[in-house]
Protein backbone atom coordinates (compact mmCIF):
# COMPACT_ATOMS: atom_id res chain seq x y z
CA UNK A 1 0.00 0.00 0.00
CA UNK A 2 1.53 3.11 -0.86
CA UNK A 3 1.92 5.73 1.92
CA UNK A 4 2.99 9.09 2.08
CA UNK A 5 3.28 11.13 5.64
CA UNK A 6 4.35 14.64 5.72
CA UNK A 7 5.79 16.26 9.09
CA UNK A 8 7.23 19.37 9.93
CA UNK A 9 4.45 21.98 9.81
CA UNK A 10 3.07 24.52 12.58
CA UNK A 11 3.15 27.80 13.38
CA UNK A 12 5.96 29.99 12.53
CA UNK A 13 6.48 33.93 12.92
CA UNK A 14 6.99 36.04 9.19
CA UNK A 15 10.67 35.42 7.72
CA UNK A 16 11.24 32.74 9.02
CA UNK A 17 12.00 29.05 7.89
CA UNK A 18 10.62 25.66 8.09
CA UNK A 19 11.37 22.46 6.66
CA UNK A 20 8.48 19.97 5.94
CA UNK A 21 9.32 16.14 4.81
CA UNK A 22 7.71 13.33 3.08
CA UNK A 23 8.09 10.07 4.27
CA UNK A 24 7.08 7.53 1.92
CA UNK A 25 6.16 4.06 1.19
CA UNK A 26 5.06 1.36 -0.94
CA UNK A 27 6.45 1.80 -3.66
CA UNK A 28 9.95 2.54 -5.50
CA UNK A 29 10.55 6.50 -3.95
CA UNK A 30 13.47 6.62 -6.03
CA UNK A 31 12.03 6.41 -9.26
CA UNK A 32 9.08 8.60 -9.10
CA UNK A 33 9.22 12.53 -9.40
CA UNK A 34 7.63 14.29 -5.62
CA UNK A 35 5.63 17.32 -6.10
CA UNK A 36 4.74 19.54 -3.15
CA UNK A 37 0.85 21.17 -3.69
CA UNK A 38 -0.42 23.68 -1.29
CA UNK A 39 -4.01 24.86 -0.43
CA UNK A 40 -4.64 27.99 2.07
CA UNK A 41 -7.77 27.83 4.26
CA UNK A 42 -11.02 27.63 1.98
CA UNK A 43 -9.30 27.84 -0.92
CA UNK A 44 -8.53 25.86 -3.81
CA UNK A 45 -5.39 24.12 -5.05
CA UNK A 46 -1.89 25.42 -5.84
CA UNK A 47 1.49 23.67 -7.12
CA UNK A 48 3.89 24.51 -5.44
CA UNK A 49 6.91 22.45 -7.32
CA UNK A 50 8.78 19.11 -8.05
CA UNK A 51 11.58 17.29 -7.84
CA UNK A 52 11.93 15.45 -10.98
CA UNK A 53 13.57 11.38 -9.97
CA UNK A 54 17.46 10.69 -10.47
CA UNK A 55 16.87 9.14 -13.77
CA UNK A 56 15.67 12.63 -15.19
CA UNK A 57 18.74 14.79 -13.18
CA UNK A 58 16.46 15.09 -9.87
CA UNK A 59 16.12 18.63 -11.39
CA UNK A 60 13.39 20.72 -9.97
CA UNK A 61 11.12 23.53 -10.89
CA UNK A 62 8.67 25.79 -9.05
CA UNK A 63 5.73 27.87 -9.12
CA UNK A 64 6.18 31.65 -9.25
CA UNK A 65 5.26 31.97 -5.72
CA UNK A 66 7.72 29.75 -4.21
CA UNK A 67 11.04 30.19 -6.92
CA UNK A 68 13.59 31.92 -4.68
CA UNK A 69 12.07 31.37 -1.13
CA UNK A 70 11.32 27.26 -1.22
CA UNK A 71 13.43 24.61 -1.86
CA UNK A 72 12.86 20.98 -2.92
CA UNK A 73 15.06 18.06 -2.33
CA UNK A 74 14.59 14.69 -2.16
CA UNK A 75 16.48 11.63 0.25
CA UNK A 76 16.65 8.39 -1.83
CA UNK A 77 18.25 5.95 0.55
CA UNK A 78 15.71 7.18 3.44
CA UNK A 79 12.03 7.39 1.12
CA UNK A 80 11.55 10.98 2.10
CA UNK A 81 11.14 14.39 -0.18
CA UNK A 82 11.76 17.70 1.64
CA UNK A 83 9.98 21.41 1.01
CA UNK A 84 12.36 23.90 2.54
CA UNK A 85 10.63 27.09 2.97
CA UNK A 86 12.38 30.41 3.63
CA UNK A 87 11.31 34.01 4.05
CA UNK A 88 8.15 32.47 4.89
CA UNK A 89 5.16 35.25 4.97
CA UNK A 90 1.43 34.99 5.66
CA UNK A 91 -0.13 34.00 2.44
CA UNK A 92 2.42 30.68 2.58
CA UNK A 93 -0.36 29.73 5.27
CA UNK A 94 -1.88 26.80 4.28
CA UNK A 95 -1.93 22.82 4.27
CA UNK A 96 0.50 21.46 2.15
CA UNK A 97 0.80 18.13 0.21
CA UNK A 98 3.34 16.25 -1.28
CA UNK A 99 2.28 13.66 -3.78
CA UNK A 100 3.69 11.35 -6.50
CA UNK A 101 4.12 13.32 -9.59
CA UNK A 102 3.57 10.82 -12.77
CA UNK A 103 2.06 14.25 -14.80
CA UNK A 104 -1.31 13.73 -12.85
CA UNK A 105 -0.89 13.75 -8.91
CA UNK A 106 -1.77 9.68 -8.36
CA UNK A 107 -1.02 9.29 -4.52
CA UNK A 108 -1.60 12.34 -1.92
CA UNK A 109 -0.47 12.24 1.88
CA UNK A 110 -3.21 13.84 4.13
CA UNK A 111 -1.42 17.13 4.60
CA UNK A 112 0.54 18.88 7.24
CA UNK A 113 -0.65 23.07 8.32
CA UNK A 114 1.61 25.54 8.10
CA UNK A 115 0.40 29.02 9.64
CA UNK A 116 2.55 32.11 8.98
CA UNK A 117 1.42 34.74 12.11
CA UNK A 118 3.44 36.69 14.47
CA UNK B 1 0.74 30.20 -17.45
CA UNK B 2 -2.32 28.21 -18.69
CA UNK B 3 -5.19 29.18 -16.92
CA UNK B 4 -8.12 26.60 -16.22
CA UNK B 5 -11.77 27.80 -15.87
CA UNK B 6 -14.31 25.52 -13.77
CA UNK B 7 -17.76 26.32 -14.10
CA UNK B 8 -20.44 26.48 -12.21
CA UNK B 9 -18.72 27.05 -8.50
CA UNK B 10 -21.09 25.28 -7.61
CA UNK B 11 -23.96 23.22 -7.90
CA UNK B 12 -26.71 21.38 -6.41
CA UNK B 13 -28.35 18.25 -7.75
CA UNK B 14 -31.22 15.59 -6.68
CA UNK B 15 -29.90 12.20 -5.74
CA UNK B 16 -29.87 9.81 -8.64
CA UNK B 17 -29.45 12.60 -11.02
CA UNK B 18 -26.73 13.97 -12.89
CA UNK B 19 -24.31 16.42 -12.09
CA UNK B 20 -22.05 17.55 -14.95
CA UNK B 21 -18.91 20.56 -14.34
CA UNK B 22 -17.17 21.76 -17.06
CA UNK B 23 -13.47 22.72 -16.95
CA UNK B 24 -11.51 25.33 -19.84
CA UNK B 25 -8.26 25.73 -20.36
CA UNK B 26 -6.61 28.99 -21.97
CA UNK B 27 -4.02 26.68 -23.93
CA UNK B 28 -4.61 23.02 -25.90
CA UNK B 29 -3.75 20.62 -23.48
CA UNK B 30 -3.59 18.04 -26.59
CA UNK B 31 -0.09 17.41 -27.09
CA UNK B 32 0.33 16.36 -30.60
CA UNK B 33 2.99 13.72 -30.44
CA UNK B 34 1.09 11.66 -28.47
CA UNK B 35 -2.23 12.57 -28.75
CA UNK B 36 -2.83 12.63 -25.20
CA UNK B 37 -4.99 15.72 -23.47
CA UNK B 38 -2.89 16.23 -20.32
CA UNK B 39 -5.72 16.68 -17.69
CA UNK B 40 -6.80 15.59 -14.91
CA UNK B 41 -9.39 15.32 -12.31
CA UNK B 42 -10.00 15.43 -8.53
CA UNK B 43 -12.00 14.74 -5.81
CA UNK B 44 -11.53 16.67 -2.76
CA UNK B 45 -13.84 15.62 0.47
CA UNK B 46 -13.66 18.01 3.46
CA UNK B 47 -10.57 17.43 5.43
CA UNK B 48 -9.12 15.18 3.14
CA UNK B 49 -6.56 15.44 0.32
CA UNK B 50 -7.78 15.21 -3.34
CA UNK B 51 -8.17 12.08 -4.65
CA UNK B 52 -7.61 11.44 -8.52
CA UNK B 53 -10.38 10.25 -10.51
CA UNK B 54 -9.25 10.93 -14.35
CA UNK B 55 -5.69 11.32 -15.90
CA UNK B 56 -5.31 12.05 -19.49
CA UNK B 57 -9.39 13.25 -19.46
CA UNK B 58 -10.58 10.59 -19.33
CA UNK B 59 -9.04 7.15 -18.11
CA UNK B 60 -10.78 6.51 -14.52
CA UNK B 61 -8.64 5.67 -11.98
CA UNK B 62 -8.50 1.84 -10.37
CA UNK B 63 -11.36 1.95 -8.15
CA UNK B 64 -13.20 4.82 -9.36
CA UNK B 65 -17.12 3.90 -9.50
CA UNK B 66 -17.83 4.04 -13.26
CA UNK B 67 -20.90 6.63 -12.91
CA UNK B 68 -18.09 8.86 -13.06
CA UNK B 69 -16.82 10.27 -16.39
CA UNK B 70 -14.03 11.92 -18.21
CA UNK B 71 -14.40 13.35 -21.51
CA UNK B 72 -12.90 16.62 -23.62
CA UNK B 73 -10.36 17.60 -25.66
CA UNK B 74 -7.96 20.67 -26.32
CA UNK B 75 -9.53 23.66 -24.14
CA UNK B 76 -12.66 21.93 -23.16
CA UNK B 77 -13.18 18.84 -20.99
CA UNK B 78 -16.17 17.72 -18.77
CA UNK B 79 -16.81 15.83 -15.57
CA UNK B 80 -19.34 14.35 -15.47
CA UNK B 81 -21.60 11.72 -12.19
CA UNK B 82 -24.28 10.24 -13.55
CA UNK B 83 -26.92 9.10 -11.01
CA UNK B 84 -25.18 10.95 -7.75
CA UNK B 85 -24.92 9.91 -4.86
CA UNK B 86 -24.35 11.27 -1.12
CA UNK B 87 -20.57 10.17 -0.64
CA UNK B 88 -20.03 12.40 -4.42
CA UNK B 89 -20.58 15.47 -2.56
CA UNK B 90 -17.06 17.24 -2.36
CA UNK B 91 -15.42 20.08 -4.55
CA UNK B 92 -13.70 18.71 -7.98
CA UNK B 93 -11.02 20.30 -9.34
CA UNK B 94 -9.48 19.33 -12.83
CA UNK B 95 -5.98 20.10 -13.45
CA UNK B 96 -3.71 20.58 -16.25
CA UNK B 97 0.05 18.84 -16.63
CA UNK B 98 1.12 19.87 -20.20
CA UNK B 99 2.83 22.83 -19.07
CA UNK B 100 5.03 24.15 -15.56
CA UNK B 101 3.90 26.00 -13.67
CA UNK B 102 1.20 22.99 -13.49
CA UNK B 103 -2.27 24.85 -12.57
CA UNK B 104 -5.63 24.30 -11.21
CA UNK B 105 -9.00 25.25 -11.87
CA UNK B 106 -11.01 26.30 -8.82
CA UNK B 107 -13.16 24.34 -7.97
CA UNK B 108 -16.84 23.15 -8.34
CA UNK B 109 -18.78 22.11 -5.19
CA UNK B 110 -20.99 19.64 -5.45
CA UNK B 111 -24.10 19.46 -2.91
CA UNK B 112 -26.98 17.03 -2.66
CA UNK B 113 -30.96 19.28 -3.68
Known amino acids: EVQLAESGGGLVQPGRSLRLSCTCS????????MSWVRQAPGKGLEWVGFIRNKAFGGTTEYAASAKGRFIISRDDSKNVAYLQMNSLKSEDTAVYYCAVWFGEFKYWGQGALVTVSS | DIVMTQSPDSLAVSLGERATINCKSS????????????LAWYQQKPGQPPKLLFYWASIRESGVPDRFSGSGSGTDFTLTINSLQTEDVAVYYC?????????FGGGTKVEIK
Open chain 1, 26 to 33: GFTFGDYA
Open chain 2, 27 to 38: QSLLYRSDNKNY
Open chain 2, 95 to 103: HQYHITPLT
